[in-house]
Nanobody
């Protein structure tokens, strides 16, 4: 099993930045793929970005250039750096990890972008 705990959400102003963290309960070297998803009110959950354990990344086209995913294997932590935030980035952000053919999810962290 894998437990994932997100942190770092909160209120940001338009144009601001936040960094989300996702701490895993086991070595993320054993988790081949991890990612960030988000779900805005009334909308479906959507992919933000993903990263494999050899560093290959994938981003939603609309977020390329503003968001950056990374992982610190020594800290067993996944990150999402979000820059130039917009009101439409407001959502609950979830991290996930694929481990032994099962996808595990964190509980989510709220990000609100508003002036």
């Amino acid at each position: 099993q894998v437990q994932l705990v997100e942190s770092g959400g909160g209120l940001a102003q338009p144009g601001g930045a936040l960094r989300l963290s996702c701490a895993a309960s086991r070595s993320i070297l054993s988790i081949p793929s991890m990612g960030w998803y988000r779900q805005a009110p009334g909308k479906e959950r959507e992919l933000v970005a993903s990263i494999t354990n050899n560093g290959r990344t994938n981003y939603a086209d609309s977020l390329k250039g503003r968001f950056s995913i990374s992982r610190d294997n020594a800290k067993n932590t996944l990150y999402l750096q979000m820059n130039n935030l917009k009101p439409e980035d407001t959502a609950v952000y979830y991290c996930n990890g694929l481990y032994q053919l099962i996808i595990y999810w964190g509980q989510g962290t709220q990000v609100t972008v508003s002036s």
